[in-house]
């Protein structure tokens, strides 16, 4: 089974910026980033196609975050830049281990990470 380990959360003054990791251990196919705040549901954020040339992202955080890619070291990240309060959630590695696209449905997401919390004050 694939394993997704995520690294880079913390807390941050809002218009910071932090960078995540999400080391996966075997073969994904496309990866995501999801959050969820206390209380919320657990919502997409960004999504990236396996190649990297595509990216989906919340309208919530176009323009703010990035999701990216480094295929030789199976690591996916999310740079995430003008951080808000509103911001503050775990975090979430996702992959859909043989898809290309539809990462950002939770539903059809079929490996998570454990999560990584980002706290913006």
């Known amino acids: 089974d694939v394993q997704l380990v995520e690294s880079g959360g913390g807390s941050v003054q809002a218009g910071g910026s932090l960078r995540l990791s999400c080391a996966a251990s075997?073969?994904?196919?496309?990866m995501a980033w999801f959050r969820q705040a206390p209380g919320q549901a657990r919502e997409g954020v960004a999504a990236?196609?396996?190649?990297?040339?595509?990216?989906f992202y919340a309208d919530s955080v176009r323009g703010r975050f990035t999701i990216s890619k480094d295929n030789g070291k199976n690591t996916t990240y999310l740079d995430m830049n003008n951080l808000k309060p509103d911001d503050t959630a775990i975090y979430y590695c996702a992959t859909r281990r043989r898809a290309s696209t539809g990462c950002l449905i939770r539903g059809l997401i079929d490996t998570w990470g454990q999560g990584t919390q980002v706290t913006v004050s």
């Open positions: 990236i196609t396996p190649d990297g040339a595509r990216q």
């Open positions: 075997g073969s994904t196919g496309c």
